[in-house]
């Protein structure tokens, strides 16, 4: 149990273990009433359960539902160790408390390397565990409390499950006292105790007794008990989302809201050096314009507030605006591609692992490969465009936000409206995508600074698409030099990895944690992750990361530098088995002798492909293998060439993500991987001209669409593992995987992204 689970408090003699809760005031840290304080209708068991006088379970979520089904899955474990059924539990949001706070999963985002070996440098070595101490101990201070790093179910795997069976022995507790009978013969079935008396009552019945009533030993569940975890439940989110009643960061509506559109500086950097709104005020339904200071240092401008989103909009685009550039220069992406390709060559970077001897490996070697790779900057282009609603009124801030990390927008809006985060509140609703876009609260401070204009009345900023096209926080561009000795049978005795990218996590401390930021940036692990915990065995290993500053606003995207970085190493694993003419499929065989785990999963992904089974004339597999987030995936593709453009029909995805708790809800999440992994290996760029985004829309900035979206076959590995990542470890392997598939049809190497390009 990991000990940030657990906040334990006595209450009266009988010491009561309060699960998840301590001795946490009835109202929280940060004012308001604590979320899941007993209201007239239910009685709060501890800190993330509550049972209702009709039976019912509430439970506390403190995550964000972005497609991914954790409204589903964290439900799922508070039914499992209560005895009840799924359809019973309903979910209110958690407050700001503490005990909510992940910090295992922000730290998963921070810069901080988990080799243990000495680094070359012993001062950057002692600098890295030193920030790893004050950022965790500051982490739990402020309790955090973020959805991303796939780490919603891991995270929640222990702490769900204590508080359930905590409230659940609580209820046996109680009924035990009030009608003398050993708790032993007391049995639960579908949330109501019965015994073999004839006594039998409902949680609901019991739960005025059991908040007073310790909880004496508590046990889980062993695995051959669930009936819950393990099994395809029907995702509790859908409903609402066929019927329209699900709200989205876009559907919210208050009595009296006004509309704003958002106008920013056409380049990144960029500022307003005259504005002309004299016309645009005229236009009917528009109120007002609000000029908007530069977010972080990226770009300024302004805001029309009008009656709707559209006369905002026409409004916003008929000001006559002269802008300035960046002060710095402009910025283009040639020109950075460059620059990365001799930080490669020329820079020292930071060697994240090393094993043996590459220097000695390649000097004894009977020949060298090297291959240079690259992959360009992504948008993240979630469906539902950026926005967030917005009102300050009697010193007092109410945000409405799509976002997965509530508390820094808390902290965000209170610092743009200059009060204390104890007069903020957050209403979380459904996102329409985040994939690592709503870890950024820019447009929450955007649309605080305009409510504050708005004399008290609720507010609704919206970016249009080319605003969050050319606004975005990207994921950087990568470039990759990938070297290994070769014997003189063809077997390689090392490898060497050497790449440069803008490191992302110190960007985005120093935006939303500005007081963890230092002064010099860390080794940044998340931009190099994939290179160095690679699983193939090589006895001579190195693998060393240069972090850039290029001046593009950079930032998490779904499976960070594993999106781009399985894409080298996969491919270059293809290309060394190609040098030794061997199967790409026996080739890692070789290679994962020592991980058991790794081997398996790739053993099934090609039994279930059929992998050496014939295709039809003009088809090709290409295989790959990735582990992230604690989850091992290996992808088959199967690929054809339509008028000169790669097709991909069929992807057979195995994964091992440890212990399953909604089987369905994983095929889900490979499925969705797979088609925003196409669409990033196909089309994706973001171009960067005389310090402007060249792409607007989708018409150059393409999706897979439905008619070239491939059949996905996802296959579980049995495991007992706790649970691991699923969000985000299908993304990775896809696109080697295709590119893989294209040399063996054509024959052609493929080391820069986009595939289609």
């Known amino acids: 149990m990991k000990r940030r689970t657990w906040l334990l408090g006595a209450a009266g003699a009988g010491g009561v273990l309060l699960v998840g809760w301590g001795v946490m005031p009835a109202r929280s840290r940060l004012g308001g009433a604590s979320s899941m304080a007993p209201g007239e209708t239910d009685v709060a068991l501890n800190g993330w359960i509550k049972i209702a006088t009709d039976g019912g379970v509430v439970l506390a979520m403190p995550r964000s539902e972005m497609g991914q089904g954790v409204h589903t899955a964290l439900p799922m474990l508070a039914a499992e160790e ?20 992940n910090v295992a999963n922000i730290l998963g985002f921070l810069p901080f390397h988990p080799i243990e070996e000495e680094s070359e440098d012993g001062f950057a070595r002692t600098k890295v565990r030193a920030s790893r101490w004050i950022v965790g101990k500051v982490a739990r201070e402020l309790g955090i409390n973020a959805t991303g790093g796939s780490a919603s179910v891991a995270d929640a795997w222990d702490v769900v499950r204590q508080a359930a069976a905590t409230a659940r022995a609580s209820l046996l507790g109680a009924a035990s006292l009030q009608w003398r009978l050993p708790v032993e013969e007391l049995v639960v079935r579908d949330g109501v105790i019965s015994h073999a008396s004839g006594k039998s009552a409902s949680y609901g019945e019991m739960a005025k007794y059991a908040s007073a009533t310790p909880p004496g030993t508590v046990r889980l569940k062993e695995p051959k008990q669930w009936k819950v975890i393990g099994r395809s439940a029907p995702r509790l989110d859908v409903p609402a989302k066929v019927d329209g009643s699900a709200q989205f960061g876009l559907d919210v509506r208050l009595p009296g809201m006004k509309f704003a559109a958002i106008r920013l500086a056409p380049t990144i950097g960029g500022a307003p050096a005259a504005v002309d709104a004299a016309a645009a005020l005229r236009m009917p339904g528009v109120e007002r314009i609000v000029m908007l200071p530069p977010y972080a240092g990226s770009s300024a401008g302004f805001a029309v507030v009008g009656r709707s989103y559209w006369h905002a909009q026409r409004a916003a685009q008929a000001v006559d605006v002269r802008w300035d550039p960046r002060p710095a220069g402009t910025l283009d992406s040639p020109r950075i591609a460059q620059d990365l390709e001799a930080a490669v060559r020329g820079s020292s970077g930071f060697a994240f692992f090393s094993a043996g001897d590459v220097a000695q490996a390649e000097g004894q070697a009977a020949r060298v490969v090297e291959s240079w790779y690259s992959a360009p900057y992504l948008a993240h282009a979630t469906m539902e465009p950026m926005n967030c609603t917005a009102r300050v009124a009697g010193g007092k801030v109410e945000v409405w936000a799509p976002t997965q990390v509530p508390g820094l927008c808390r902290e965000a809006a209170a610092r743009v409206a200059g009060v204390s985060e104890a007069d903020v509140t957050v209403h979380v609703t459904l996102l329409g995508g985040g994939f690592g876009r709503r870890l950024e609260v820019d447009y929450v401070a955007y649309a605080v600074r305009v409510a504050l204009d708005c004399g008290g009345a609720p507010v609704q900023l919206v970016w249009s698409r080319e605003e969050d096209m050319a606004h975005d926080f990207y994921r950087p561009m990568q470039v990759a030099r990938v070297r290994a000795a070769l014997d003189a049978k063809g077997q390689a005795t090392s490898l060497n990895i050497k790449s440069a990218g803008d490191a992302i996590s110190p960007r985005w401390i120093a935006r939303t944690l500005p007081a963890l930021a230092g002064p010099v940036d860390v080794p940044d692990k998340t931009t190099a992750e994939g290179l160095f915990d690679q699983p193939y065995a090589f006895a001579n290993q190195r693998m060393e990361h240069v972090a850039t500053r290029a001046g593009i606003p950079v930032g998490f995207w779904r499976s960070v530098g594993h999106s781009h970085n399985a894409f080298i190493t996969e491919s270059f694993i293809d290309e060394l088995a190609a040098q030794a003419r061997r199967d790409p499929l026996d080739f890692r065989r070789q290679l994962l002798g020592h991980a058991a785990r790794h081997l398996a999963v790739l053993n099934l992904a ?140 054509t024959g052609r190497r493929a080391r820069s992204l986009p595939l289609a390009a």
């Not at 209560?82 to 706070?101: N, Q």
């Not at 992998?611 to 003009?618: E, I, K, M, S, V």
């Open 82 to 101: 209560l005895d009840v059924p799924l359809a019973v539990i309903r979910i209110e949001p958690a407050g700001p408390e503490k005990i909510y706070g």
């Open 606 to 745: 090609a039994e279930k492909a059929g992998w050496g089974t014939p295709l039809p004339a003009g088809r090709a597999r290409g295989v790959a293998l990735h582990e992230s987030f604690g989850t091992v995936v290996a992808q088959v593709a199967e690929v054809s060439l339509e008028g000169g453009t790669p097709r991909v029909h069929r992807v057979v995805c195995a994964v091992d993500c440890g212990i399953v708790v909604n089987p369905n809800i994983v095929a889900q999440q490979m499925e969705s991987s797979v088609v925003f992994a196409l669409s990033a290996a196909l089309h994706g760029r973001i171009d960067i001209h005389e310090g402007a985004v060249r792409q607007r829309n989708f018409t150059d900035y393409p999706l897979v669409r439905l008619a070239h979206a491939p059949r996905v076959e996802t296959w579980l590995v049995p495991s007992q593992r706790p649970p691991a990542g699923v969000g985000e470890p299908g993304v990775p392997p896809l696109a080697p995987a295709v590119a893989n598939a294209l040399f063996a049809l």
